[in-house]
Antibody, heavy 120, light 109 residues
């Protein structure tokens, strides 16, 4: 089965850009019908979908975050990326990368997640 | 888009059944048969338990079942076991968007 691994800085300053990488193994990021997504979970709270991207570059984002989110794909290195601008303490969360089945269905599998803290 | 509504907690004795509701609107749960359920243990990533309202991925025990009526989806865990304790989240496709539920903590007492 496809495996996902998130990486990136664990600490980001307020107003800076949060950038994360998800590396895909045991499968190709160009596999149809997979989309590749990001989901986050603030400490002690619930899950929030951030957005999803197809290997061709087609994206769709959460309406509440779309003004600050950009996602991209590197098919050569089997990676996809999340960039979230103008971060505040409210963006402190565990960030998970996921396979988004069909782009409208469900999320499976998930990466183990990476914690990101926004603080000066 | 508001979060889907779930009860904060649910509990049952070993061997009993527990049902968790997930209430949305006609724009999400009621509008699509793309409701999924996730189990999360403390410190772990969520795990898919049910997709497309009532389908079980391979490896998920048949004690887990899902259904939907109108704008409300439900997850039933039959024959509760200690390892079923954890947080459960529903999710629904909502037209180029996904919405998650508020989460339910299941306790096996």
């Amino acid at each position: 089965q496809v495996q996902l691994q998130e990486s990136g800085p664990g600490l980001v300053k307020p107003s800076d850009t949060l950038s994360l990488t998800c590396t895909v193994s045991n499968g190709s990021i160009s596999s149809s019908p997979y989309y590749w997504g990001w989901i986050r979970q603030p400490p002690g709270k619930g899950l929030e979908w951030i957005g999803s991207i197809y290997y061709s570059g087609n994206t769709y984002y959460s309406p509440s975050l779309k003004n600050r989110v950009t996602m991209s794909v590197d098919t050569y290195n089997n990676q996809f990326f999340l960039h979230l601008t103008s971060v505040t303490a409210a963006d402190t969360a565990f960030y998970y990368c996921v396979v988004d089945e069909d782009g409208y269905n469900h999320f499976d599998p998930w990466g183990q997640g990476t914690p990101v803290t926004v603080s000066s | 888009q508001s979060a889907l509504t779930q009860p904060p907690s649910a509990s049952g004795s070993p061997g009993q059944s527990v049902t968790i509701s997930c209430t949305g609107t006609s724009s999400d749960v009621g509008g699509y048969n793309y409701v999924s359920w996730y189990q999360q243990h403390p410190g772990k990533a969520p795990k898919l338990m049910i997709y497309e309202v009532s389908k079980r991925p391979s490896g998920v025990p048949d004690r887990f079942s899902g259904s939907k009526s109108g704008n409300t989806a439900s997850l039933t865990v039959s024959g509760l076991q200690a390892e079923d304790e954890g947080n459960y989240y529903c999710s629904s496709y909502a037209g180029s968007n996904y919405v998650f539920g508020t989460g339910t903590e299941v306790t096996v007492v």
